[in-house]
């Protein structure tokens, strides 16, 4: 490319800064953060010459999703400009120009808009999980702050306790005894638990319906020990299963790769990097327990477990990485899983 337009993309600013390759000249532009004057500046671009480098971020998308329509290439860093001793908006996309007319640019995968609002909906029933589990146990501690007992685990949540738990509780309008305060609080915890669970619900139930009509969903889900959630989630994360090199890319991907420390003759392999999805880590590592019935999973738990209690964690997030290597080989060969080969593990 002869022309390298970067952009250190502001909330309310942005600063663009177009090299010229053979004479490393450059020039700076500093407009308003809107896609109408992105726009009008791209137009002027020949997309076989040029191609616009910008930082990964909130606004990262949208500006992807412009070039893509207009058909100009781009490439998108992860980059940190914190520990610069001098940091302005025109060094910072004079950086990103320089780095890549050098071959240093770290460069990162940018989804297509639907992908990101499938990940967004996936990220979002999430905080509604957690925000459910807060509140039923602001409910369980109100409870038992007034020595009332609860049914353990999820028969205290089916509809005939609930509604035995709303007969304690009492709207804060009502309540004249500061003594029964507490079934104020009751009330409040309840009321919010009925819309979070039906936000919960509608939530679900879309993610079901756009499952039923994704290819790798569906393929991941032939998977044993793989349900729904883990299912969307692999296959929103990797996207692109032939963008990794190998299973080792994909795994470094998501974080599943132990942290090195050398140094001489020291060689150290500490704990997993844990960088990527969290949730993803999350709901391979539940599937993992689950796929603990089958024999190729037994087989990889005890092999790493080594019959050490200590071991357990370990051996459970290599049972994970190997699910999702074979996870992105089925979404990168287009093959469901081999069931004549998952046989029930003795115990």
Known sequence: METILAIDLGKNKSVFCQMDRASLKTKYRTVRTRPELFHDIFAELNANSSIVLFESGNQAGWLADM???MQLPFKVAAWKWTNNPVKSDKKDAKRLAVMYHHGFFPEVHVPVKKVRQKRSLINYRQKLVTRMTQIKNS????????AI????????W????LETISQHASPLKQIDDPCQLWRGQLHAELQQYKIVQQQLDRVTAKLDALGKK???TILISNAPGIGPRTAEAVSAVIDDPHRFKNARHVSSYVGFTPRRYQSGEMDRTGRISKHGNPLLRMLLVQASWASLQYAWAREIYDRVCR????????????????????CWAMLRDNKPWRHDRCKVARV
């Open 149 to 156: 007992d609860l049914p353990a685990g999820r028969n205290c």
């Open 158 to 161: 089916t509809k005939k306790h």
């Open 67 to 69: 070039l893509r329509a």
């Open 214 to 216: 994704d290819p790798a």
């Open 307 to 326: 019959g050490s209690a200590k071991r357990r964690k370990i051996a459970i997030i290599a049972v994970a990485r190997h699910m999702l290597i074979r």
């Open 139 to 146: 409910i369980r501690a109100i409870m038992c702050s007034m």
